[in-house]
């Protein structure tokens, strides 16, 4: 079975800091991927950064990059300029390969992110 | 830009009560699944489903919930005589396909389901 853990329940940070989000996991998987989604106070899931397990570069999307360590089965999200459209809840997640790919999301607890002016 | 649709966006009903959700996925993928999330905490994969059938489901999905693709468009979860403590957001996601970028589920907004 796999295991994310967020240890972060909230942070506070200032506008145009950058911010990392912890995530470590745990699986027995050779191939996994893993995943961090945004949900704002609205509710809704919004996908922000992927990273395969054998991929050799640490993934990158605009604002958000992924601390991808795979011998301390780590995979930080760091949001660099943050800005006050950045305050909600972080989730990390993982889905493995062995399911034939229609494996489910395995999601941590959360990091509740709110960024001050 | 094509997203996952679900109704209703909110459904109270009484214990005991049978509710079915409603979701359309992107309409090219191939992979479908629901996700639930009690209020306040982590989101739970429920169940997957691929070429008409149900690839894998977690422990909450037991007797009491059944999914269906009823037509090419439609991904359907029913709740059975429904308890307390199946109140919940229900997400429905879906996913293109196998490698690369296809690794992404999109969600959908998620259906609020109350149950008095």
């Known amino acids: 079975a796999q295991k994310i853990t967020q240890t972060q329940p909230g942070m506070f940070v200032q506008e145009k800091e950058a911010v990392t989000l912890d995530c470590t996991y745990d699986?027995?998987?050779?191939?996994?991927?893993l995943f961090w989604y945004k949900q704002p106070s609205s509710g809704e899931m919004i996908f922000l950064i992927y990273?395969?397990?054998?991929?050799?570069q640490n993934a990158t999307e605009g604002r958000y990059s992924l601390n991808f360590q795979k011998a301390r089965k780590s995979a930080n999200l760091v949001i660099s300029a943050s800005q006050l459209g950045d305050s909600a809840m972080y989730f990390c997640?993982?889905?493995?390969?062995?399911?034939?790919?229609?494996?489910?999301?395995?999601f941590g607890k959360g990091t509740h992110l709110i960024i001050q002016p | 830009e094509p997203e996952v649709t679900q109704t209703p966006s909110h459904q109270v009903t009484q214990m005991g009560q049978e509710v079915i959700l409603r979701c359309v996925p992107i309409?090219?993928?191939?992979?479908f699944y629901w996700y639930r999330q009690i209020l306040g905490q982590k989101v739970e994969f429920l169940v997957s489903?691929?070429?008409?059938?149900?690839?894998?489901k977690s422990e909450i999905f037991d007797d009491q919930f059944s999914v269906e693709r009823p037509d090419g468009s439609n991904f359907t979860l029913k709740i059975r005589s429904t308890k307390l403590e199946d109140s919940a957001m229900y997400f429905c996601?879906?996913?293109?396909?196998?490698?690369?970028?296809?690794?992404?589920?999109?969600f959908g907004p998620g259906t609020r389901l109350t149950v008095t």
């Open positions: 309409s090219n993928h191939l992979y």
């Open positions: 996601a879906s996913r293109e396909g196998w490698g690369g970028s296809s690794y992404e589920q999109y």
């Open positions: 489903f691929y070429n008409n059938e149900i690839s894998e």
């Open positions: 699986t027995s998987d050779q191939s996994y991927g």
């Open positions: 997640a993982m889905s493995v390969a062995s399911g034939g790919g229609a494996d489910g999301l395995t």
């Open positions: 990273q395969g397990s054998y991929d050799e």
